[in-house]
């Protein structure tokens, strides 16, 4: 093999397999150390190339994934769902329950976004620490503000319930995770005062140009942050 | 009349599991080499993110066409190619955007160190003609026959860039030296 095919053949491929480029530089020292030069470089190269990869890409790539599913959810419910919805709805008319549904969207959203594993990647987005001011700056989003002790907040993200952009709390309460939402008042569709599914507790109020929502498994906690919350948050129209 | 579809719930929702399952495994094993590799090939950080997460949600979204675990680093990296290109296309229509016209920032691909800084530099100045099938050699492992599928060339051309990127980084390499430029890593 002549020296230029072998050096070609060398820097195309510092780890190349073929035979004759193996048998030449067994033959030769000078090819060998001319190889061995080259897969040096190569380890160099490969170590430049590793740049820093961003700090939670993986959970980011993993949470986007998870709101294309519930996307992909909404859109595929099967026909017999929908005819169930039409039945729930003509019987309600019938008998004139005019009992509003617990089951709406904005209930479903807040349900959703309440989920363990949703709820842990949330706090990852956050770091799992945020601070009075990260609170404030998000809070003005909705013209409002936090003037005391909210308790420790874990997370804080927008999200969107039902379609509208919404602050997401997350703040650490004795016995559990506590979540309260964030919403501008006057977008909101309607939601009882008080709301449960089967494992969790929620209150919505007003307060001032703001709706709050609250949830969380252990309902006089969820009272006791509903108390908290509008001794400290202030909202101006 | 009730008889339309027979599969049940339950196997719906334990077919959804699996699919959750392989695209976090596939997230897991596949992310840091793939941003890495969207980084070289578009040397802006922002935007490489952003490739990379346009790349996973369409790999989520056709998952279940990919039969073979073995394929997906090229799988994953035809769809990132193929997202990078439509950011071209979609530029072309556009009127010029001044917060659009991204200046490369030296900073994003050669960030707190030192190490390894001068080779950076010289790596991310070779055309993108030879820095591209070098980065999938060297990232992702890829073969020349891997490389040559991916790119639409021939063999031949591909290992002749190989070299010749390899070649590249040799001259720039001793050209500083001979300037007395640091090494530094």
Same mark, same amino acid.
């Given at each position: @093999? ?80 929908? @005819?169930?919805?039409?039945? $729930? ?15 709406? #969207? ?16 949330? @706090? ?49 309460? !004795?016995?559990?995770?506590?979540? @309260? ?11 009882? !005062?008080?709301?449960?599914? #089967? ?10 140009? $703001? ?27 | ?21 392989? /695209? ?10 793939? /941003?890495? /590799? ?19 949600? %369409? ?26 290109? %439509? %950011? ?41 003609? /030879? ?55």
């Amino acid at each position: @093999m002549d020296e230029l095919t072998f050096r070609r053949t060398i820097y195309a491929d510092p780890n190349t397999q073929d035979a004759d480029v193996i048998e030449a530089a067994k033959a030769n020292p000078a090819k060998q150390a001319f190889w061995n030069e080259v897969k040096a470089l190569d380890n160099q190269i490969f170590a430049a190339t590793q740049v820093k990869v961003p700090d939670n890409l993986a959970d980011k790539l993993l949470l986007k994934q998870s709101f294309e599913e519930r996307q992909e959810g909404r859109n595929q419910r099967p026909w017999y769902i929908a @005819m169930a919805a039409s039945v $729930a709805v003509a019987a309600v008319l019938t008998f004139n329950v005019m009992q509003p549904i617990s089951g709406n #969207a904005l209930a479903n959203d807040v349900f959703a976004h309440v989920d363990e594993a949703y709820m842990a990647k949330e @706090m990852m987005m956050s770091n799992g620490n945020v601070d009075l001011e990260q609170v404030n700056s998000k809070m003005a989003t909705f013209n409002g503000s936090v003037n005391g002790d909210l308790g420790e907040v874990v997370s804080a993200n927008y999200c969107y319930l039902d379609k509208i952009k919404s602050l997401h709390l997350i703040i650490r309460g !004795e016995n559990g995770l506590i979540n @309260m939402f964030v919403m501008p008042e006057d977008l909101t569709e309607s939601l009882q !005062e008080t709301f449960n599914s #089967a494992t969790m507790f929620g209150t919505s109020f007003l307060l001032e140009s $703001a709706k709050i929502i609250i949830v969380g498994e252990d309902g006089e906690e969820v009272k006791s942050v509903k108390e908290s919350a509008q001794q400290t948050l202030r909202f101006s129209a | 009349m009730f008889s339309g579809k027979k599969k049940s719930t339950a196997t719906v929702s334990s077919d959804m599991m699996k699919k959750q399952q392989r /695209y976090e495994a596939l997230v897991k094993a596949l992310h840091a080499d793939v /941003y890495r /590799y969207a980084l070289w090939l578009i040397k802006d950080k922002a935007i490489a993110e952003d490739v990379v997460q346009e790349t996973f949600l %369409r790999a989520w979204k056709s998952l279940d066409s990919l039969k073979d675990e073995a394929a997906a680093k090229s799988w994953l990296i035809t769809i990132l190619r193929r997202e990078n290109a %439509r %950011r071209f296309e979609r530029k072309q229509f556009d009127l010029v955007d001044i917060d659009d016209v991204s200046v490369a920032d030296p900073n994003d691909i050669n960030d707190v160190a030192l190490e390894h800084r001068e080779l950076r530099n010289i790596m991310s100045s070779l055309n993108e003609e /030879y820095r591209e099938p070098l980065m999938l050699q060297v990232i992702m492992g890829f073969t020349g026959d891997e490389i040559a599928k991916q790119l639409g060339l021939n063999k031949n051309t591909v290992m002749t860039r190989l070299f010749r990127a390899r070649n590249q980084i040799k001259d720039a390499l001793k050209a500083n030296e001979e300037m007395g430029v640091t090494v530094n890593g």
